[in-house]
Each structure stands twice: as structure tokens, then as C-alpha cells.
């Protein structure tokens, strides 16, 4: 079964999954644009600088010290690790700086190349991002930092002694443009898809639950107010299904009760109207009968109060068996000792094995004893009980040898109320015990049936289950 906490909780993590994607391309684009506008920015910064120097540095015919010595100036006028090579590629010069980075660090051999017209070319380090200009033991600003008077392009901060900066914020390497302002724009679409993933994710998942628990809802209404065969859809495998399920059940054996408590009570009073009116007429008759007749009918009245007081046990019974679908309790019972006591009430016969089931043994005796009293009653005078196992089960068979039971009635002669035709004049009852022991038997997990019985009458077989 799939939780439902567990599909609200793959619905989340997928919106915040859609979001972290959707925040990803958003930020990759962002990034690529700023990136694409700094490259802009450093290739105008570099042309710039070669149309400075272009026009600063010592003709291409000077001396190659004279052109060293204006690099190196320039170098610490800029604050730029610097190189200058002529137009054959050999080395003319280069600032202390650019020789300390361009061997090792993590600055190395990022040099940025400017053609000048002359055919020399002028090599420039990218400097270090964010290098602050706090002063050096020998005074000398870091790199990358901003030249040392007041209102030049990267002025730090005020200046001390030797010209040494501090106090200041890291000036901006010239290479970069300043970072642009933060715009609260980007976060509040950010935040706008956020939202739309969540309500857009949830929204079908929430809306289907409270649709399903609804139509549950109104299927209820409708059972309350008395629709009995009203049922709610099962759809799915999590817990409303499961409720839907367990609903349906419910409903069913409400259901089943209602009507077999409507027919059991609609029947018992057909029933009870017959002995109440030979009650009510042998009443009326007392008066005037002779003492003869007065003790015929007392035994009348006796039988009839008899027969009210065993219909009236029965229905109870009965309806106590449909109520509950299983039995409280589960003794050992032995089957033969009880079977031989009921048989001995009804002048029959018992033998067989010393068998015994888990059961209400006061349950199994009224069923022994229904079966037994049923073979007297339509059966004749020979009346036999056996109990024998049959592999995994305990068979207690009821035999007789009277007309028997036609096929067409083998089943239906453990419904309620029901009689062979023209029985009930001949020998009365009222057609609850069979019904009886066909309850009593189920809800002992087991079975009867009715068979012919070779050479004549009814064969009645109470199968349970067996014990060791």
C-alpha cells in the first residue's frame, strides 16, 4: 500500500525539486550575462591601455634599458605587473612583480597580451581579485591595489608614513568592472516561481484527496439516512481506499444483519401466531369443558407454552450468531462425550473416536443435539451419531432412516423457517434448528450437509476443524 503521507511528501520535494532547477537556470543565465559584460569591459580596458602606453613608453628604437626603466616606472605608477617584448619576441624588460608572479603561485601565466603599433608587445598580469592595499613590511601595496595619491582611479583610504595605505576597503582590480548593485527583481521572481511550483504541484494531489474523501463522506450520509445498498468507490491503494474498503464492509454486514433480523423477526411472528391461538382458544374452552377434557386441554397448553418457549430461545440464539462473525471462546472440546450425552436424551446411538475441537462447547452440544432431535423427529426410531476423523478434520454424522430430504431441498433446509412441504403439520417445529447448526458451524470455521444415507433415510455431517 502506498502512504498518502508519503505521496504529499514526493509532491513537495518535486515542486522544491522544479523550483531548484528552474533557480539554476535562472542564476546560469544571470551569471553568463555578467560574465559576457566584464569580457566586454576588459577587452575596452585593454585597449585603453595599450593607447595609453602606446604613447608613453620610449620609441621602439630607444635603448632597451631606457624602454626598461619607463616600464618599470609605469609598472609602479599602475600597480600592474608588467613586460615588454620587442618586435622579434626577445625580452626588453619587466617589472619585479611581473617576474615574482609569472614563476609560481596562484597568479602565474595569467598575462594578457597588447599589440602595439610598433610591432612590440606589452604583456600586463591580470591582477589577484580582491587584494586588499594593507601595507607591507617595505610599504609597498599589494597588487593589484590603486595608485597611492588621493583621487586616483583605486584610492583606498587615507595614507601613513612612506605612503603606506590602511584603513581603507580592498580596492577593485582596474580589470573588472564593479560588481553590479544587487536588484531585488531577480528574487522576487525567484520567489514567484516558488510559489507557483508548490500551489501548481500540491493543488491536483490535495484536490483529488478531498474529492475522494467527500464522495466517502456523502456515501455515509446516504447509509445513515437508510440507503443500505449504498457503497463508496475503492479507488487506489492508500489509506482512503483502505477506508473506502473497510466502509464497504461494514456497510455489507449491516446490511446482511438488518435483513436477516427483518426476516428472522417477520417469520417468528408467523410463527408465534400458531401456538398463541391454540393457547387462546384451549383458554376460551377451559370453562366449559369436562374434567377429562380439562386435563387434555392443561397438556395443550403445556405443549404450546413449550413450543412459544423454544421458538423464543431460538430466536435469540439466532439472532446472537448473526451479530457476532466469530466465537469468543475456544475450549478443548471432546466431541464423542458429548455426542453420547445427546444421543442418550433422544434414545440413539453414538460411537466413534475420541476426537476433540477448540470451540464453545455449549454452542457444539446445541448443535449435536438440534441434529440429533431433527433425525427423531423426521427420521424414524433408528437414530445413529459417529464422530471420525477425515484428515485434517472432525466429522460428527447424524443418521436416520426416515423418507429423506429430496435433492432439490438439501440446501435449502438450513435457511430460516424453512420446512420440507407438509411437515410442519405432521411434525411441527418451527425450522430454526438446522439453521442453527449451520450458524454454529460457521462460526466455528467449519461446514454441514445433508447426504443420503446408503439403504434408505438422511445422513447429517458436522465438519470442524481438528485439534491435536
Not at 503521507?5 to 539554476?24: H, N, Q
Not at 398463541?276 to 387434555?296: C, F, I, N, T, Y
Request: charge should be neutral; aromatic fraction near 4%; include cysteine.
Amino acid at each position: 500500500m502506498r502512504s498518502l503521507y508519503i505521496r504529499i511528501y514526493l509532491t513537495v520535494v518535486a515542486a522544491l525539486a522544479l523550483f531548484a532547477l528552474v533557480s539554476v537556470w535562472l542564476l546560469q543565465n544571470h551569471l553568463e550575462q555578467e560574465r559576457a559584460r566584464a569580457q566586454s569591459t576588459l577587452q575596452e580596458r585593454v585597449a585603453a591601455w595599450g593607447e595609453l602606453l602606446q604613447r608613453s613608453l620610449p620609441r621602439a628604437d630607444a635603448p632597451a634599458e631606457v624602454q626598461a626603466e619607463a616600464l618599470r616606472e609605469w609598472s609602479e605608477r599602475l600597480r600592474l605587473p608588467m613586460a615588454l617584448d620587442d618586435a622579434h619576441g626577445r625580452r626588453l624588460g619587466a617589472s619585479e612583480s611581473f617576474v615574482r608572479r609569472q614563476g609560481t603561485g596562484p597568479g602565474a601565466g595569467r598575462a594578457y597580451p597588447i599589440r602595439l603599433n610598433d610591432g612590440r608587445t606589452l604583456w600586463v598580469l591580470r591582477p589577484q581579485l580582491m587584494r586588499g592595499a594593507l601595507p607591507r613590511p617595505d610599504g609597498e601595496q599589494g597588487e593589484g591595489g590603486g595608485p597611492a595619491g588621493p583621487g586616483g582611479p583605486l584610492d583606498a583610504g587615507p595614507v601613513g608614513e612612506g605612503g603606506q595605505r590602511f584603513g581603507g576597503l580592498p580596492p577593485r582590480s582596474p580589470w573588472l568592472p564593479p560588481g553590479p548593485a544587487f536588484d531585488g527583481l531577480g528574487l522576487a521572481a525567484l520567489l514567484v516561481v516558488l510559489f507557483a511550483a508548490v500551489t501548481g504541484g500540491a493543488y491536483p494531489v490535495v484536490r483529488r484527496l478531498t474529492r475522494r474523501l467527500e464522495a466517502l463522506k456523502r456515501g455515509v450520509e446516504a447509509f445513515g439516512a437508510g440507503d443500505l445498498q449504498q457503497r463508496v468507490a475503492e479507488d487506489g491503494r492508500d489509506e482512503v481506499a483502505a477506508l473506502g474498503a473497510s466502509f464497504n464492509q461494514a456497510a455489507a454486514r449491516i446490511e446482511a444483519l438488518l435483513r436477516s433480523h427483518q426476516s428472522l423477526l417477520a417469520n417468528a411472528s408467523h410463527e408465534l401466531r400458531s401456538p398463541l391461538a391454540r393457547l387462546k382458544m384451549a383458554v376460551s374452552m377451559a370453562d366449559d369443558a369436562s374434567p377429562e377434557q380439562r386435563e387434555a386441554l392443561r397438556r395443550e397448553i403445556d405443549t404450546n407454552i413449550a413450543e412459544l418457549d423454544a421458538l423464543v430461545e431460538e430466536v435469540l440464539l439466532a439472532s446472537r450468531l448473526d451479530a457476532a462473525m466469530t466465537i469468543d471462546r475456544r475450549d478443548p472440546v471432546d466431541l464423542l462425550p458429548v455426542a453420547a450425552e445427546e444421543a442418550a436424551r433422544v434414545q440413539a446411538s453414538a460411537h466413534g473416536e475420541d476426537l476433540r475441537v477448540a470451540g464453545d462447547e455449549r454452542l457444539l452440544r446445541r448443535a449435536i443435539r438440534n441434529l440429533l432431535e431433527n433425525a427423531r423427529r423426521y427420521g424414524g426410531a433408528e437414530v445413529e451419531a459417529q464422530v471420525l476423523a477425515v484428515g485434517d478434520r472432525v466429522e460428527v454424522r447424524v443418521a436416520d432412516r426416515g423418507p429423506g430430504v429430496p435433492e432439490a431441498y438439501r440446501e435449502r433446509i438450513f435457511e430460516p423457517f424453512f420446512r420440507l412441504p407438509g411437515h410442519a403439520e405432521r411434525e411441527g417445529g418451527v425450522g430454526l434448528g438446522l439453521a442453527l447448526v449451520r450458524q454454529i458451524a460457521e462460526r466455528h470455521g467449519g461446514s454441514v450437509r445433508c447426504t443420503p444415507r446408503e439403504g434408505g433415510g438422511s445422513c447429517f455431517t458436522l465438519s470442524l476443524p481438528r485439534t491435536a
